[in-house]
């Protein structure tokens, strides 16, 4: 970017002020990280590194991003650039489990090492630097800092000052300050895009403006370090004053003191958890995993786990939210990732945290900041459900007493209650699209109400509604996900396939559901498949070898799997516009799909069901890797891309980690050795293992529907009266409800009408507003 026309000769005004008032639309920095890192202590500071530099620093909670980063400008006689957008560097950690970073630069004119920590006693990281000069005839290098403050989570109406040799910026009530051991020669704050440093070297060649302030805009600070070598801090508080002094104190200690703190802090966690201690490259990155969830929760608020502490494709957008939020189902994803470590009572935070932040009708918004403010509202029932499929799995465990935790229980009551008034259509899958029924939601609504049952944390009524509820849903799987027949099937040889997603409507594989990041084309239900139905296997709800699971195996494989050279990765669908555009541009709404390493692991659990070899999933999750040993939400499909940093097989500017990928790892690796699964529940796998004959019929809006000859029961949330007669509406009975269990009303169809061969008519009238259900629904008894 070029500096503006009347920026030629600029030299800082009497009073100052920086020029180009507010400066560019601010963005954050790119998703994809090489590490992540914070202290074990008091400490609430969670910094990344990305392009090899300090990226989005976190504080005071993980849902707070103070910084875009702190990067670095090399300079000499006739030459600069900025070290991030050379890209040649390594990553290295002191342990597989302890994020003490180090990072190596090199180019032809320098190689410059940079060591980051975060200070486990202050809200303050470190920097140590050291710049060498391989060619001294060339003339001497200058190493100069450029930091970007993004504080307040935004870009925007930031403020920087210059002054007393150090760098700061403040925005309300949060603020920073950089300040360099060996003191920095020249320092200045400008506006992005027209006076900050990068813009004075692109000019001039090396930094030469020295502006006091540019304030209530997209700011940024240079500074020209006194030396080659030392160490630099930068701090967080309340006022600057306060910034100052935690960045001045982490000085004081030093390095090297302040790093010895943070490795024992990560190496005493380390003994106490049960991590894999074996040498090979997969126990190493299970350990890696390992620290990269605890990294990830957050210290103010124990047991919140943010997806990522990443922005995806921040580089093209300052979105407040990005992945710094919590996403109930990956918080409790995490939650069984933690438990199958040993770390419980790391578990039991998450399972704690979840209570804590429950809506009081019982279900969990989409997701939600740390403190528990809601970002995004849509209703996902797998994100009700895997919150109490994470508490049943503690209590299964013998690691979570529900009998001495009521709060507990009656968190687990409210979720069920939640699940039976609303499933088994959710308003969004689990990729927060489409509504209808997910295989992958339909499981884990299952596990939870008859777990809940099962283990006696429903009694009563409660414990019969929700067991029966489950029965139903667990015998109509079928008739709600499955297709069979289709075009795709006569393709591939198949009888038939569980979907995708299958909105409301019947089993006709022509309804059609809308691809909503596909600018909303849409496609046959028959037609899109993923992943969600292998968790009918994982959760004890089908067996490996089922006819229509090893068919649908089948299908997946031939459409979504993708070999590259590292291994075998699978896309979510078809026709997936989630991802960069075939041109390597950022996701804007729209674009193209791209394989997800999570994925390879849902599909390694399958081969530990089935009795093959989970190794090739394992080993393409390894392959996925940042450099810095993190596991990516998404990796590019396509040839490389060079200059958007585009590489086959290697992490895209999605997110990077996503941790869930990293407790699918875990997940896997220990199925993978034991041949047991952590997410499944004993007591729902025995209860299916032989499913138990369908006595009861839960009917809610079915408008035409087949079934054995059982008890009909019409439930509803509220008390209503059922109409029902025979087919040409003959031996009408009305019939008022009653409770049932779980906050539900049910009443039951006479049994006169339901005779091997009759049809059953029926309708209700709400008692409360008098007005009757919209459709007459039609039972075929067989």
Request: with cysteine; proline share 6%.
């Amino acid at each position: 970017m070029s500096a503006p026309d009347d920026a030629s000769d600029h030299t800082a005004p009497p009073d100052g002020v920086a020029f180009g008032e507010p400066g560019i639309d601010p963005t954050f920095a790119a998703g994809d990280k090489d590490a992540v890192t914070t202290a074990l202590g008091s400490s609430r500071v969670w910094a990344t590194i990305g392009g090899g530099v300090l990226n989005e620093v976190f504080w005071p909670t993980t849902g707070r991003p103070q910084l875009r980063d702190l990067g670095f400008l090399v300079s000499g006689d006739g030459f600069w650039t900025e070290v991030k957008r050379v890209a040649d560097y390594t990553v290295r950690t002191v342990d597989d489990a302890v994020p003490l970073v180090t990072v190596v630069h090199r180019h032809e004119r320098y190689k410059l090492t940079l060591e980051f920590v975060c200070d486990p006693c202050r809200d303050a990281v470190l920097v140590r630097h050291s710049l060498r000069n391989p060619h001294p005839e060339l003339g001497p290098l200058q190493l100069h800092v450029l930091v970007a403050p993004h504080l307040g989570g935004s870009g925007h109406d930031n403020s920087a000052f210059a002054v007393d040799g150090m760098l700061q910026a403040v925005h309300g009530e949060e603020a920073l300050a950089v300040v360099a051991a060996n003191g920095f020669t020249r320092t200045s704050a400008g506006y992005v895009g027209a006076s900050d440093g990068w813009q004075d070297c692109e000019r001039h060649g090396a930094p030469t403006w020295e502006f006091a302030r540019a304030e209530h805009g997209n700011v940024a600070l240079t500074g020209t370090l006194a030396a080659p070598a030392g160490e630099l801090a930068i701090g967080f508080a309340t006022t600057i004053g306060g910034a100052v002094t935690l960045a001045k104190g982490s000085l004081v200690e030093g390095f090297e003191a302040v790093a010895a703190s943070f490795t024992e802090g990560w190496r005493q966690w380390a003994q106490s958890a049960s991590l894999p201690a074996g040498t090979d490259l997969i126990d190493a990155v299970a350990r890696t995993s390992a620290m990269v969830l605890k990294v990830h929760e957050d210290l103010t608020f124990p047991g919140a786990i943010v997806a990522s502490l990443a922005t995806p494709w921040g580089f093209a957008h300052d979105d407040p939210g990005g992945y710094h939020l919590v996403w109930p189902r990956d918080c409790a994803e995490t939650g069984l990732a933690l438990a199958a470590l040993g770390l419980f009572d790391d578990a039991r935070r998450v399972i704690r945290f979840l209570a804590a932040t429950q809506s009081t009708d019982g279900h969990w918004p989409q997701n939600f900041t740390p403190e528990g403010a809601v970002y995004w509202r849509g209703l996902q029932l797998d994100e009700t459900a895997l919150p109490v499929v994470l508490a049943l799995k503690l209590h299964e465990l013998g690691q979570l007493q529900l009998i001495d935790e009521p709060l507990l229980v009656a968190m687990i009551r409210r979720a069920c209650t939640y699940l039976a008034a609303n499933a088994p259509f959710t308003m969004e899958d689990r990729w927060e699209e489409s509504a209808g029924a997910s295989p992958f939601t339909l499981a884990v609504t299952v596990a939870a109400l008859a777990g809940a049952s099962t283990l006696g944390c429903l009694i009563g009524d409660d414990a019969e509604y929700a067991a029966s509820l489950a029965d139903w849903w667990h015998a109509r799987l079928e008739s709600l996900v499955y297709v069979s027949r289709t075009p795709l099937d006569t393709r591939l040889g198949t009888a038939g396939h569980y979907v995708r997603i299958a909105p409301a409507g019947g089993d006709d594989p022509q309804r059609r559901i809308v691809v909503a990041n596909r600018g909303g084309e849409e496609v046959d239900v028959g037609e899109m498949v993923g992943l969600e139905f292998l968790a009918l296997v994982r959760h004890g709800l089908r067996a490996a070898d089922d006819p229509r699971i090893v068919d649908t195996v089948t299908v997946v494989d031939h459409v979504l799997r993708r070999e590259l050279a590292d291994g075998p990765y699978y896309y979510r669908y078809q026709e997936d516009g989630y991802g960069e555009h075939d041109d390597g541009a950022p996701f804007d709404g729209t674009g193209s799909g791209r394989l997800w390493p999570l994925l390879a692991g849902e599909r390694g659990h399958y081969a530990v069901d089935a009795g093959d070899d989970a190794g090739p999933y394992l080993d393409a999750m390894v392959a996925s890797r940042s450099l810095g040993g993190l596991i990516p939400e998404q990796v590019w499909d396509a040839e490389p891309i060079g200059p958007r940093r585009l590489a086959t097989g290697r992490p895209t500017g999605s997110a990077c980690p996503l941790v869930w990928a990293h407790s699918e790892f875990i997940k896997l690796h220990a199925a993978h050795r034991t041949g047991a699964h952590a997410d499944r529940l004993d007591a729902v796998a025995q209860r299916y293992r032989t499913p138990p004959a369908l006595t009861v019929a839960h009917l809610r809006n079915e408008i035409e529907i087949d079934l054995p000859a059982c008890t009909l029961r019409v439930d509803a949330p509220a008390p209503f009266v059922l109409h029902a007669g025979a087919a040409d509406w003959q031996q009408v009975s009305d019939v008022p409800s009653t409770p049932v269990g779980l906050g539900m009303h049910g009443a039951v169809v006479p049994a006169a009408l339901v005779a091997a061969g009759a049809t059953v008519r029926w309708t209700r009238r709400d008692l409360a507003t008098g007005e009757w259900d919209d459709s007459d629904h039609v039972v075929h008894v067989s």
